[in-house]
C-alpha cells in the first residue's frame, strides 16, 4: 500500500508566485480563492516538482509551460515540497531556467537532510505510476463533462470503484449543476 501527503510547498518564484509557504493539513485541502489568486499556477507548480517542466520550442505561452510560468519577476524559477511517501519524509527542490541542461534537481530526507537516493528526477512517475499528461487531467474533474471522454486515468480509477455507476455520475452532476445556480 502506497502513503503519501503533502506537507508544505515553498515557491521561490513561480508565475505569479513570489516567496511564498504553502502548508497542507492532512485529508482533503481545498483553495477557494477568487479568479487570478493562484490556484491553477500552484497546481502546475505541485506537478513540477513531481515532474519537472516540459521543454518546448513553442513560442506562445499557452502551449509552452516553461514560458507561460516563468516568474514576473524573472529570472530562475521553482521551490521545494515537501511530502511523506510511507512514513518517510522527503523534500523535493527543483529549480528551472530557460534551458534543459540548467534544471536543477534535488530530493533530501528530511531526517537526516543528507541526499536521498530513494527516487530519480522521475519522482512523479516512480512514486504515482502514471506519467505527467496523465497526472494533469488527474488533478481536475470537470463534472460537466462525461465520464466516457476521460482517458488512461479513468481506467485506473475503474479498477478501484468497479461497478461504478453513470446514472449515479449523472445525478451528482445535476444535484451539482442545481446547487451552483
Known amino acids: 500500500k502506497r502513503n503519501m501527503k503533502l506537507i508544505k510547498a515553498h515557491i521561490f518564484n513561480f508565475g505569479k508566485f513570489h516567496d511564498e509557504d504553502i502548508f497542507f493539513t492532512d485529508g ?3 483553495f477557494l480563492h477568487e479568479n487570478g489568486w493562484g490556484k491553477t499556477t500552484l497546481s502546475v507548480f505541485i506537478k513540477a516538482m513531481f515532474y519537472g517542466m516540459e521543454h518546448s520550442a513553442k513560442k506562445n505561452p499557452d502551449e509552452n509551460e516553461k514560458l507561460k510560468y516563468n516568474p514576473w ?9 515537501v511530502f511523506q511517501h510511507n512514513e518517510k519524509e522527503y523534500c ?3 529549480i528551472f531556467s530557460s534551458k534543459k541542461n540548467e534544471d536543477f534537481f534535488e530530493l533530501r530526507d528530511t531526517q537526516t ?3 536521498s537516493h530513494d527516487f530519480s528526477s522521475e519522482l512523479g512517475t516512480e512514486l504515482f505510476d502514471i506519467n505527467r499528461e496523465t ?7 470537470n463534472v460537466y463533462n462525461s465520464p466516457e471522454l476521460s482517458t488512461d486515468i479513468s481506467a485506473k480509477l475503474n479498477n478501484l470503484a468497479e461497478g461504478a455507476d453513470i446514472k449515479s455520475f449523472d445525478m451528482a452532476k445535476e444535484v451539482i449543476g442545481k446547487n451552483a445556480k
Request: glycine letters at 16%; proline letters at 0%.
Open 28 to 30: 482533503l485541502n481545498t
Open 73 to 81: 519577476q524573472g529570472g530562475k524559477y521553482g521551490g521545494s515540497l
Open 92 to 94: 523535493v527542490t527543483r
Open 113 to 115: 537532510n543528507k541526499i
Open 135 to 141: 497526472y494533469a487531467r488527474s488533478l481536475s474533474v
